[in-house]
């Protein structure tokens, strides 16, 4: 009979246990005290200061959240900032994933000819930079010289064009699409991972139940990957909140026009590093990402407490 | 209920031929199971009949309807997979009356089929209960209750009983045995399990490397196995076999004699001087006795007791062992030599090309 791992433990000298604790547990710690949990008390102790112009810190407790959330000249650009995180992160969720979830679904058809080729398609922009994915879409979607409105015109929809991404009415939603372009192939590959433990007898016998694909799909196959659906939400959720590059990059830090594309992490620069007349202020900066934690944060207790709890896992 | 006809049934895989010309014709209320080694083409039979795979080439009559075309549902057919394949997000009622939903059936009926269904397999108690807190068994019944609430005219089964424990298979076995007498559907069975197969079968078909090998009654099968693999296939421990020769032929009379048996008679007209043969007897046909025109001695090597007979593993003249099997108290020690006979009848001859030429007469 092989001994039992909690067995061995309790026989063991507590040095050598704590020898071996140290050994395995040991670097992962390490790692992720210097990068992470250092960074982040780091950033909250510092949002309880302010500096004065000679660059000298004192303690001001809450005071700058008080600021941020109080005075109009912090509290509005912040609340801009959040409104349009919102949209974004609504874009995604209603645009990027159900689309995942059908690519997977076709992924996953019997007799689909060409999958792998599909499969990796459609991931390859998950791939490129952010960077390049910006520049291009700001060429493809430039009136100037952008292919976009020719092509419109192509097929005779060229009053349809607009230089989308210069009206503030709809630039979020124009790069909010382009990201979703970008990362849709993420949730596919999950999803038509989900979808591959599905055992063929399961669906053999939907189909002798008289259920045709589009029926499998939606009565058998998507309840079974629920859980993965809602991971890919999570994950959603925590990548948009956390967002920046994409509209650092075709819309520069002022995420114009008239900050009609600024999100939490656009405005989080500008306060901390500043931009242009804007001075840097690290304190305010540290004062923004530590809200924005606490955003994620209580996101994330919300999905724990209200969907995780209640979805279900299959074993097959 | 309704008859099940296949023709000149083909499937390939690419080059691979799985099945090669399938013949069957399957009386309406008869149950038949499908025996045969591993990857012989069992399931591929069984999912073709559903309408799971498509057919290379050949005709299905479900009913005395073609049902080539025809989707799995339309075909009027009801499947039970190996691993049961229960929908894991639906509870008990709600697995038996999917189906229902989709084809139409009205909800007070599909209630009585349920109820039904539920009380003729002990399955009242479970109805609100998922999958998961099943245990093998009741997922097995289950699982059979979703196929009778189709009302299918033929019943499919890929080993239903293969991942249930030696007492379980044996219970469901006699309860799948009732359910047959009950419903007096059609049931076509696929199965590794001999004595499932002898058991359940009103007839048995022989399956080897996608072809039909011998469709007959179990104890026919067992009494007289058309070919070499027929009889080294069906029967457990498995048919010795002996290498022989026809030493002489006289009038309607081959001499057959081989190495470490005595030479005996057979009544065969079409054997030559000098063809190959081979003897095949079933250890449980060998015993000692007098009588009997096959007799083989050998010296006893291994004796396994399993109580109400032992095995024992003897080993000829000519270095080959063979088994015979020992009713009674008397078990032959090892070491012992032991001359051993069969009944004329219990002697099967095969010539080279594997096929039966007939058991000897007595001389
Ligand atoms: N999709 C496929 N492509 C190629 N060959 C296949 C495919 N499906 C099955 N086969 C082959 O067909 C043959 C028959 O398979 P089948 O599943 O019918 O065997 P079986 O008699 O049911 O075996 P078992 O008793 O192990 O279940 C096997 O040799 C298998 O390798
Ligand atoms: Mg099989």
Redesign the pocket.
């Given at each position: 009979m092989p001994e039992s791992v909690s067995n061995i433990t309790a026989q063991m000298p507590r040095a050598k246990l704590a020898g071996l604790l140290l050994f395995f547990l040991g670097p992962a710690v390490a790692i992720y005290t210097l990068f992470s949990i250092y960074p982040l008390v780091a950033t909250m102790a510092l949002s309880t200061y302010t500096s004065d112009p000679s660059g000298a810190r004192s303690f001001v407790g809450l005071a700058n959240f008080k600021t941020l959330l109080g005075d109009a000249l912090w509290s509005k650009p912040f609340w801009n900032a959040l409104g349009n995180n919102l949209i974004f992160f609504a874009v995604h969720m209603c645009v990027q994933n159900p689309v995942g979830i059908a690519l997977a679904g076709l992924l996953s058809l019997p007799g689909l000819r060409l999958r792998g080729f599909y499969r990796t398609v459609m991931f390859l922009p998950t791939m490129l930079s952010v960077v390049i994915v910006g520049f291009s879409w700001n060429l493809i979607l430039s009136p100037l010289w952008g292919v976009a409105a020719g092509a419109l015109k192509a097929v005779g929809l060229g009053s349809l064009f607009a230089p989308w991404l210069g009206l503030e009415s709809s630039a979020l939603v124009t790069l909010s699409l382009i990201s979703v372009w970008q990362f849709v192939g993420i949730p596919m590959m999950l999803i038509y991972a989900a979808l591959l433990n599905i055992p063929d007898e399961l669906i053999d016998a939907a189909r002798v139940d008289g259920l045709g694909q589009f029926r499998i799909f939606f009565h058998i196959k998507l309840p079974l990957v629920l859980p993965t659906i809602s991971l890919v939400s999570v994950l959603t959720f925590v990548a948009n909140f956390n967002a920046f590059d994409l509209i650092y990059s075709v819309k520069g830090a002022l995420a114009g026009p008239n900050f009609a594309t600024d999100i939490l992490g656009t405005f989080f620069y500008r306060t901390f590093f500043g931009n242009q007349l804007q001075l840097g202020n690290p304190t305010m900066g540290s004062a923004v990402a530590t809200v924005m934690f606490f955003i994620i944060l209580l996101g994330l207790c919300l999905y724990l407490f209200f969907v995780q709890r209640r979805i279900r896992r299959y074993a097959f | 209920m309704a008859n099940l006809r296949i023709e000149h049934l083909h499937k390939r895989?690419?080059a691979?031929a799985?099945l090669n010309d399938v013949n069957l014709k399957i009386e309406d209320g008869e149950f038949v199971v499908l025996v045969?080694?591993?990857?012989?083409?069992?399931?591929?039979?069984l999912?073709m009949i559903a309408g799971l795979d498509g057919a290379s080439g050949g005709d299905i009559h479900i009913a005395d309807k073609l049902v080539n075309t025809l989707a799995p549902a339309d075909r009027g057919i009801a499947m039970v997979f190996q691993s049961y394949a229960l929908y894991p997000h639906m509870n008990v009622r709600k697995n038996m009356t999917f189906g229902l939903k989709f084809t139409g059936v009205p909800p007070a009926e599909r209630e009585r089929r349920v109820t039904e269904a539920a009380r003729m397999l002990r399955l009242d108690e479970l109805l609100g209960r998922y999958p998961r807190d099943l245990s093998g068994g009741q997922r097995q019944r289950v699982a059979i209750g979703r196929a009778i609430v189709r009302e299918p005219a033929v019943f499919l089964f890929?080993?239903p009983l293969s991942n249930l424990d030696a007492a379980l298979r044996v219970s469901t076995r006699v309860e799948i045995a009732n359910l047959h007498r009950m419903l007096k559907s059609t049931i076509v069975y696929?199965t590794?399990d001999q004595v499932e197969a002898m058991t359940l079968a009103d007839r048995i078909v022989v399956?080897n490397k996608?072809c039909i090998e011998q469709v007959g009654r179990p104890l026919d099968l067992y009494y007289a196995p058309a070919n070499l693999f027929v009889a080294g296939f069906i029967g457990s421990p498995a048919m010795n076999f002996f290498e022989a020769k026809v030493a002489g032929v006289e009038g309607a009379c081959a001499r057959v004699d081989g190495p470490g048996f005595r030479s005996f008679d057979l009544p065969a007209t079409s054997l030559k001087m000098g063809d190959t043969l081979t003897v095949g007897v079933r250890p449980e046909h060998l015993a000692r006795r007098e009588d009997g025109s096959f007799t083989v001695e050998g010296v006893v090597e291994l004796v396994e007791r399993l109580g109400e007979s032992s095995f024992a593993y003897v080993r000829r003249a000519d270095d080959r062992l063979f088994v015979a099997e020992v009713r009674g108290r008397q078990t032959p020690t090892p070491g012992e030599r032991v001359a051993l006979a069969a009944a004329n009848r219990d002697v099967h001859v095969f010539d080279s090309s594997g096929l039966r030429v007939s058991s000897p007469t007595n001389t």
């Amino acid at each position: 009979m092989p001994e039992s791992v909690s067995n061995i433990t309790a026989q063991m000298p507590r040095a050598k246990l704590a020898g071996l604790l140290l050994f395995f547990l040991g670097p992962a710690v390490a790692i992720y005290t210097l990068f992470s949990i250092y960074p982040l008390v780091a950033t909250m102790a510092l949002s309880t200061y302010t500096s004065d112009p000679s660059g000298a810190r004192s303690f001001v407790g809450l005071a700058n959240f008080k600021t941020l959330l109080g005075d109009a000249l912090w509290s509005k650009p912040f609340w801009n900032a959040l409104g349009n995180n919102l949209i974004f992160f609504a874009v995604h969720m209603c645009v990027q994933n159900p689309v995942g979830i059908a690519l997977a679904g076709l992924l996953s058809l019997p007799g689909l000819r060409l999958r792998g080729f599909y499969r990796t398609v459609m991931f390859l922009p998950t791939m490129l930079s952010v960077v390049i994915v910006g520049f291009s879409w700001n060429l493809i979607l430039s009136p100037l010289w952008g292919v976009a409105a020719g092509a419109l015109k192509a097929v005779g929809l060229g009053s349809l064009f607009a230089p989308w991404l210069g009206l503030e009415s709809s630039a979020l939603v124009t790069l909010s699409l382009i990201s979703v372009w970008q990362f849709v192939g993420i949730p596919m590959m999950l999803i038509y991972a989900a979808l591959l433990n599905i055992p063929d007898e399961l669906i053999d016998a939907a189909r002798v139940d008289g259920l045709g694909q589009f029926r499998i799909f939606f009565h058998i196959k998507l309840p079974l990957v629920l859980p993965t659906i809602s991971l890919v939400s999570v994950l959603t959720f925590v990548a948009n909140f956390n967002a920046f590059d994409l509209i650092y990059s075709v819309k520069g830090a002022l995420a114009g026009p008239n900050f009609a594309t600024d999100i939490l992490g656009t405005f989080f620069y500008r306060t901390f590093f500043g931009n242009q007349l804007q001075l840097g202020n690290p304190t305010m900066g540290s004062a923004v990402a530590t809200v924005m934690f606490f955003i994620i944060l209580l996101g994330l207790c919300l999905y724990l407490f209200f969907v995780q709890r209640r979805i279900r896992r299959y074993a097959f | 209920m309704a008859n099940l006809r296949i023709e000149h049934l083909h499937k390939r895989y690419g080059a691979t031929a799985v099945l090669n010309d399938v013949n069957l014709k399957i009386e309406d209320g008869e149950f038949v199971v499908l025996v045969g080694p591993s990857g012989c083409g069992k399931s591929t039979l069984l999912r073709m009949i559903a309408g799971l795979d498509g057919a290379s080439g050949g005709d299905i009559h479900i009913a005395d309807k073609l049902v080539n075309t025809l989707a799995p549902a339309d075909r009027g057919i009801a499947m039970v997979f190996q691993s049961y394949a229960l929908y894991p997000h639906m509870n008990v009622r709600k697995n038996m009356t999917f189906g229902l939903k989709f084809t139409g059936v009205p909800p007070a009926e599909r209630e009585r089929r349920v109820t039904e269904a539920a009380r003729m397999l002990r399955l009242d108690e479970l109805l609100g209960r998922y999958p998961r807190d099943l245990s093998g068994g009741q997922r097995q019944r289950v699982a059979i209750g979703r196929a009778i609430v189709r009302e299918p005219a033929v019943f499919l089964f890929d080993e239903p009983l293969s991942n249930l424990d030696a007492a379980l298979r044996v219970s469901t076995r006699v309860e799948i045995a009732n359910l047959h007498r009950m419903l007096k559907s059609t049931i076509v069975y696929v199965t590794h399990d001999q004595v499932e197969a002898m058991t359940l079968a009103d007839r048995i078909v022989v399956m080897n490397k996608g072809c039909i090998e011998q469709v007959g009654r179990p104890l026919d099968l067992y009494y007289a196995p058309a070919n070499l693999f027929v009889a080294g296939f069906i029967g457990s421990p498995a048919m010795n076999f002996f290498e022989a020769k026809v030493a002489g032929v006289e009038g309607a009379c081959a001499r057959v004699d081989g190495p470490g048996f005595r030479s005996f008679d057979l009544p065969a007209t079409s054997l030559k001087m000098g063809d190959t043969l081979t003897v095949g007897v079933r250890p449980e046909h060998l015993a000692r006795r007098e009588d009997g025109s096959f007799t083989v001695e050998g010296v006893v090597e291994l004796v396994e007791r399993l109580g109400e007979s032992s095995f024992a593993y003897v080993r000829r003249a000519d270095d080959r062992l063979f088994v015979a099997e020992v009713r009674g108290r008397q078990t032959p020690t090892p070491g012992e030599r032991v001359a051993l006979a069969a009944a004329n009848r219990d002697v099967h001859v095969f010539d080279s090309s594997g096929l039966r030429v007939s058991s000897p007469t007595n001389t």
